[in-house]
């Protein structure tokens, strides 16, 4: 097992952010510690520290814990926003952005930011408009090395019910996924599992750029996180 390295995952509570905690379930290469705005029951088994505090805190927090990576799954939903552009907005563009500031400012050397197939700052579609200016904003931040994540519809247990819509694409994915091809394929369902896995293996990449990962290459990247043994007594 390669060495441990202090990982910091900010948007512990959503769905990419439960995986990956799920994913660290045995690991010894990583230290993990959750940031997050409530409290969460975590996974039997695993070793990690959360920290509940707001927002305006976790800078604070980021300081204490002087992670060598960080791995950003924030986000919200339409439906949790309120159906408001600015409350969505506060959350998977302001707050995004803050805490990669504060990140920055604080000198962690790698940033993982899990975004959306799709993302263009000059989309027509509000919620691919605010995830492709919060790209071009964290290009512009020079971490050390930054990844973008671009999955198309995940798929995983989500905390609370999903809406109709995205039951039937979740429902109707293995077909869909067989018809998107070509420049399409980006928008293929793709399982929380691999965009966690991915996330963890890029955190623990030591090789400084800026790199964007559609879904063939999240998959890609899935496949290089070491293995853990599991005793089979």
Known sequence: MSDTIRIALIGATGLIGT????????REDVRLTGIA???MKLPRGIRMELFVAEPAKWGEVIEAIRPTALICALGTTWKKAG???AAFRAVDHDLVLETAQAARKLDVE????VSSAGADPMSSKFYLKVKGEVERELTKMRFGRLD????GLLIGKRE??????ERFGIAAAPLGNLLLHGSYRRFRAIRADSVAQAALALAKRAARGR???DNDGILRAAKTLPQIEHDAS
Do not use: K, S, W
Request: hydrophobic share 30%.
């Open 37 to 39: 705005r409530r409290e």
């Open 83 to 85: 159906e408001e552009e």
């Open 160 to 165: 609370g019910d999903r809406r109709p819509a």
């Open 110 to 113: 790698r940033f993982v930011h």
């Open 211 to 213: 790199f964007v990962h």
């Open 19 to 26: 995986t990956v905690i799920g994913q660290c379930i045995g």
């Open 148 to 151: 973008i994540l671009r999955p």
